[in-house]
């Protein structure tokens, strides 16, 4: 019978050979895709928003903007780019040997801080389009208030809604892995991603749009008057949109992409798939 998907052994055998290979991508190449990846994850941030930002029901406003936002996974899976909480599965080829945690954590701080020229790229087009103008400011008021409430997130919350967030897309990523057609790889990547956005789970390339784009709008006496009118946001808070306000969140939340990415789907997906057991075994009887 004609197999149309790579099963799961193949799926991470697959993503330890291309992890192998980010790791050792020329800086300039990688500097440039992580670009890339932090734009395009802004993009689907930046029309998700745009989507939902007049949706009074929760619910509903995150399920119209978890349809939208996937399109940023797309684009990276299917163009190119290195985005770094899906790299955070280079894990895999550190316990498998294949590359140094020198080779791994340079990697995830290049591809995290090119992210974030990429995803800022797209935060300043963004303000300067009029974007933001529509519904008479309504989604500048918007970008205000995700920031306000990113910004005053708990260590706790952010780290636990860090491990839920990458948990999801690296599944997306070896889903998509698991599929041999552009169409498989679409629906693979479409759920998770969806899943994590109707979740609210926190993920830090993701708030390297919002936040920042929030920080912008609150330079905008129109915006943060729309804020305060419809969302009941207080002066003090919308001056609380600092860079070092914003650490509360980038912090937190990259911990938890980490730890979401390498312990809770990297390393079990390597001793599940690529451990020799039977080996293992023996030689612990033998010790």
Same mark, same amino acid.
């Given at each position: 019978m004609e197999q149309h998907f790579n099963t799961p052994a193949e799926v991470i055998d697959n993503n330890m %050979?291309?992890?192998?290979?980010?790791?050792? /991508?020329? *800086?300039? %190449?990688?500097? *440039? /895709?992580?670009?890339?990846? $932090?734009?395009? =994850?802004?993009?689907?941030?930046?029309?998700?928003?745009?989507?939902?930002?007049? =949706?009074?029901n929760v619910g509903l406003a995150r399920f119209v903007a978890g349809i939208?936002?996937? @399109?940023? *996974?797309?684009? =990276? !899976?299917? !163009? $190119?780019g290195e985005l770094f909480t899906g790299n955070c599965l280079i894990v895999m080829d550190v316990v498998g040997k294949k590359v140094t945690w020198f080779e791994c954590i340079r990697n995830l701080i290049v591809v995290y801080f090119s992210n974030l020229i990429g995803a800022l790229i797209i935060d300043t087009l963004i303000y300067f389009s009029? #974007? /933001?103008?529509?519904?008479?400011?309504? /989604?500048?008021?918007?970008?205000? %208030? !995700?920031a306000v409430g990113k910004v005053g997130i708990s260590p706790l919350k952010g780290i636990t809604s860090g491990i839920l967030c990458n948990i999801l897309v690296c599944i997306a990523i070896l889903m998509a892995a698991a599929a041999t057609d552009i169409v498989g790889k679409i629906w693979a990547i479409f759920f998770p991603i969806m899943a994590f956005v109707v979740g609210g789970f926190e993920h830090c390339v993701a708030n390297m749009f919002y936040i920042p784009v929030g920080m912008m709008a609150a330079q905008n006496p129109a915006y943060v008057a729309k804020a305060q009118e419809a969302y009941g946001l207080t002066a003090e808070q919308i001056q609380g949109l600092t860079v070092l306000h914003s650490l509360n969140n980038f912090i937190p939340v990259t911990?938890? #992409?980490?730890?979401?990415?390498? !312990?809770? @789907?990297g390393i079990p997906c390597y001793f599940i798939y690529k451990k020799k057991w039977q080996k293992w075994h023996e030689e612990s009887k033998n010790a």
């Open positions: %050979k291309a992890g192998e290979g980010k790791a050792h /991508l020329p *800086l300039g %190449k990688m500097i *440039l /895709l992580g670009i890339m990846a $932090g734009a395009f =994850i802004a993009l689907g941030g930046a029309t998700s928003s745009t989507a939902a930002h007049a =949706i009074d939208i936002f996937p @399109v940023g *996974l797309m684009i =990276i !899976v299917f !163009v $190119g009029g #974007n /933001l103008d529509y519904t008479g400011g309504l /989604l500048g008021a918007y970008a205000i %208030k !995700v911990i938890g #992409n980490i730890l979401g990415g390498m !312990v809770f @789907v």
